[in-house]
């Protein structure tokens, strides 16, 4: 290795660890370049920071400012400046700003004429070209092309000093537009003067001011390894940089850009001995580079082509070409194919030969990411457009985030940022650095960013990943799961290089809630069907084709019915043949009151027992927009029990069972859930089911049921109880008019069912298991038989309350219609019979009872066709089903019927 010795200068620099980690200064990004300008003169001292945390990039420089900065860019000693007298009225030398301005007007880098300098004012591009251009000799140039401004302005240009920079004449100059002025000065050729003959001449040195003026090494050679990231395999520190096998620590923050490249380092030699690149500079002419976007590339084993303005083209491949994957040498595959396919990012092909086949293949393999919700105390980031395990590109539902075994390496726009600065709706760029044979990344980039086209779609092409935003073309990432068409107008996440991620709001009309009553598909039509109660009060069917999103992953048909069920509350959405075209359940975030969206579909909180008042239900405000639905607890199949109510038909009182979805910012409820009363499904049934037995086992998920055998409509019949059915009790608020709670509740163990006996009667209502849902006991047969001593009337106020659910013969609901009464037959006609609950006495004694009796003698219909008698035997406990001629004069009977006088059924005590 060949090196050039300057000069030695021990400086300490305060740059980047890494040149994929964070500058030093949060406001520098390393998106645009300007990282390696700062980095240089913060490095030399030229320029420094506003603070420990920030560089001050967009403050503007005043004359005095950077009169400081160009002499210190000079090395000149400014404490020198305090001698003499200073050259401006308006220039104070007891300042530094002050002896930088005496300095350089010593010098003939500014004039000294005018007799003020302004040091307050904000500097110009051409005030600033002025100075620079003094400093490297070029004075004799900017007269010869005409003076201030022209001629500056003419030698800038030839100079290049702003490469990088927009600049006009006037253009005021910030820190960042300074540093990077001053940076392309340093690597400018400077001109020297000579007196040859009497006549001064000038000619460009060999080597760049950077090498002449400041203490610095130079060497050629290529960029073999950047941090972790290598092409020979070596080892490194995140802090050092290998050219040529010639290992240095690196103060330039974006080094990783010229892994591969033949370059030009400029470093220096600490008083340690060791070694720091200060800047770079390419080779350009021995480096080739091309840069294609995952979209426009076609790799087939290892032909490489690409696309550029329609036209296909091919990229050559050297045979000893290194392969760079996402920061890690890459070389377990058998074909380019294998690894350069990406569905996302760049790949970037570089020659450091001066010939046309790459010999560095730089892969950046980048997922795209839009946040659903942001898990902090977990550090668990869930993506709203995660994908099947199977699907291509595959994206995880979850990126869970390990800060003691990974780097994780943040930025919002380039910036360094956190964890916390992760919000709902954000669209994160990540990439995961992987070594060869692992599974899990031990570095991971992600790059926050909040870019949003509003407006509605034109033209669309997803085969070609390409649409229109109000006019705008954008390209539509392969990440991007939403299903959207030509007309639908709404928001869209977007990244910074114009790729749709998603949709983050929409305003398309057809997108609704529903409730679903039924999914199935058909094999045959490669299809599958949806009935679903929609917002609309609609009972439709809908149909659902192959790459239908569902729950935000594309479908097949075959697959609806195990993504969405009966009895599931979805928002849905069409496509412009009525087909569906998106469906999604909620994301359950009632066990997280302060989780917030505008965007998601999502749960916000489920009671049993809500009071609405004043347009307050629960904690949330209903309002004319708010979708309510009503439906039956156990998905009958009558239409009207289904219904969507306004806001007028909520009247004050209590619901039993409310799902509340889509709370806003302001507290603004999207759609409710009612579910019916327990209660009101119950007494929904027109007939009785009196129990024979009782027996218990388990089903074919071994969990334990209660199989209740009895008669139903004078029919055998067999219920099934669950651990889940419910019991209804008068704290489903089930009481009669004057608050009557003192009855049976009916059974409510672990197992509902197990301890109902022989002769209980019940009403229930099925489920779509097929299961009983819910009941109540109507008539506690046991109760009876043992609190009245046999069927005597011991103690009538305590057996009253005991046995019947709410006395003698008592409506249980207002709604209900159901008469119940139990007693003795007093008469027996041809056509009807009086039951007759209480004797005169009684009925005194419960004049002011709770016990609310609506009559005292009950004619009842016999000889109809919808009556079914039983029969229940005291002595033997069992049950059967009888004949009219088994209701006599004096038995004792239990009594059921829906309207006053109409027997529904009848149950008579017999003894053997």
């Known amino acids: 290795m060949m090196k050039k010795k300057i000069a030695i200068l021990c400086l300490v620099l305060a740059m980047s660890a890494s040149s ?273 976007q995952a979209e426009d590339l076609s790799v087939t084993g290892n032909n490489v082509r690409y696309d550029e303005n329609g036209k296909t083209k091919s990229q050559d491949i050297a045979d000893d070409a290194q392969v760079i994957y996402n920061g890690r040498l890459y070389s377990n595959y058998q074909y380019l194919s294998d690894i350069l396919n990406i569905s996302e990012g760049s790949v970037k092909f570089v020659s450091n030969r001066g010939k046309k086949a790459a010999n560095v293949i730089i892969v950046n ?93 034109g033209a669309l092409s997803r085969e070609n990943g390409e649409m229109q935003i109000n006019g705008t073309p954008y390209d539509i990432s392969k990440y991007c799961t939403d299903g959207f068409n030509a007309g639908d107008s709404g928001s869209f996440a977007v990244t910074k290089n114009g790729k749709v991620v998603g949709i983050i709001a929409t305003k398309t009309s057809n997108l609704k809630y529903a409730y679903v009553k039924s999914a199935s598909y058909d094999y045959d039509k490669q299809e599958a069907y949806v009935k679903l109660f929609t917002q609309d009060g609609e009972q439709k069917m809908f149909v659902v084709k192959d790459k239908a999103v569902v729950n935000g992953k594309k479908c097949e048909f075959k697959d609806i019915t195990s993504k969405i069920s009966e009895g599931d509350f979805i928002s849905f959405r069409l496509n412009n043949d009525g087909y569906i075209a998106t469906m999604n359940r909620p994301y359950d975030a009632s066990a997280n009151p302060d989780y917030y969206s505008e965007t998601s579909f999502i749960k916000n909180w489920s009671k049993s027992s809500v009071r609405y008042i004043g347009g307050i239900m629960g904690r949330s405000i209903v309002t004319e927009d708010t979708t309510i639905f009503y439906v039956p607890r156990y998905d009958r199949d009558v239409d009207s029990d289904y219904r969507v109510m306004t806001i007028d038909d909520l009247t004050n009182r209590i619901y039993s069972d409310i799902t509340c979805y889509d709370v806003d910012r302001n507290g603004r409820i999207g759609a409710l859930l009612i579910k019916e009363d327990i209660k009101d499904t119950v007494s929904k049934g027109d007939s009785l089911f009196f129990v024979e ?24 019949k067999t219920l099934i109880f669950t651990e889940d059915t419910d019991c209804v009790t008068y704290e489903d608020g089930w009481m009669n008019y004057s608050g009557n709670e003192n009855f049976d509740p009916g059974y409510n163990s672990e197992l509902p069912g197990r301890d109902l006996r022989t002769g209980d009667a019940l009403q229930y209502e099925i489920n779509y298991d097929g299961e009983v849902g819910a009941y109540r006991l109507i008539f506690n047969n046991y109760d009876a038989i043992n609190t009245a001593g046999e069927l005597t009337y011991d103690d009538p106020k305590y057996y009253y309350e005991r046995w019947s659910a709410t006395g003698n013969v008592t409506k249980l609901d207002f709604n209900d219609n159901l008469y119940i009464g139990f007693g003795s037959i007093e008469m027996r006609y041809n056509d009807f019979a009086v039951l007759c609950a209480l004797n005169e006495s009684e009925r005194s004694a419960y004049k002011n009872s709770k016990v609310n009796m609506i009559d005292y003698y009950r004619p009842v219909k016999l000889n109809q066709e919808e009556t079914y008698i039983y029969v229940y035997n005291v002595d033997s406990d069992k049950l059967e089903v009888g004949t009219m001629e088994d209701v006599q004069k004096g038995d004792t009977a239990f009594v059921r019927s829906k309207n006053m006088g109409t027997l529904n059924e009848i149950m008579v005590y017999d003894h053997d």
């Not at 307050?120 to 900017?142: H, M, P, V």
């Not at 960029?223 to 020979?232: A, K, P, Q, R, S």
Request: glycine residues 8%; contains cysteine; hydrophobic residues 35%.
């Open 365 to 457: 393999d980048e997922k795209h990411i839009l946040v659903e919700r942001v898990d902090s105390k977990n550090t668990v980031i869930y993506a709203a457009n995660s994908t099947e395990e199977n699907a291509v590109p595959y994206l995880a539902s979850a990126l869970s985030l390990d800060y003691d075994l990974q780097n994780i390496y943040i930025t919002l726009d380039g910036v360094p940022a956190s964890f916390e600065d992760i919000q709902i709706n954000d669209v994160l760029v990540v990439k995961e650095c992987t070594d060869e044979g692992e599974t899990i990344p031990d570095d991971i980039y992600i790059d926050i960013q909040r870019n949003i086209a509003e407006g509605t779609i």
């Open 693 to 716: 037995k009782v027996l218990q086992g388990v089903n074919e998920d071994d969990e334990p049921i209660a199989e209740v055998h009895g008669f139903e409509n004078g029919e055998p």
């Open 20 to 292: 994929f980690s964070a500058m030093a200064y949060d406001d520098v990004s390393l998106a645009d370049g300007e990282s390696t300008s700062i980095s240089l003169v913060d490095g030399l001292g030229i320029i420094e920071g506003t603070d420990e945390n920030n560089f001050g990039v967009d403050e503007y420089m005043t004359r005095g400012q950077f009169a400081l900065a160009a002499a210190k860019m000079m090395k000149f000693d400014i404490a020198t400046g305090k001698m003499g007298n200073s050259a401006f009225a308006d220039v104070d030398i007891a300042t530094e700003e002050g002896c930088a301005v005496n300095l350089l007007a010593d010098t003939g880098i500014i004039a000294s004429q005018t007799g003020k300098y302004n040091p307050t004012e904000i500097i110009t591009y051409a005030e600033a070209a002025r100075i620079l251009e003094n400093c490297l000799g070029y004075g004799q140039e900017i007269e010869r092309n005409g003076g201030y401004p022209g001629g500056v302005i003419k030698v800038a240009t030839d100079l290049k000093l702003a490469s990088g920079l927009k600049m006009t004449t006037n253009t005021q100059i910030t820190k960042k537009d300074a540093a990077r002025l001053i940076y392309n000065t340093l690597m400018a050729l400077p001109m020297n003067s000579s007196i040859e003959g009497g006549y001064v001449q000038y000619e460009k040195d060999e080597n760049i001011f950077l090498e002449n003026l400041w203490d610095v090494y130079d060497m050629k050679g290529i960029v073999m390894g950047v941090g972790e990231t290598t092409l020979d395999g070596s080892s490194l520190t995140e802090t050092q940089v290998s050219i040529d096998g010639e290992v240095m620590e690196c103060g330039v923050p974006n080094m990783i850009d010229y892994l591969g490249y033949s370059v030009k380092v400029y470093y220096i030699d600490d008083a340690d001995g060791s070694r720091k690149v200060v800047a770079v500079i390419p080779r350009s002419s021995d480096n080739r580079e091309l840069t294609i």
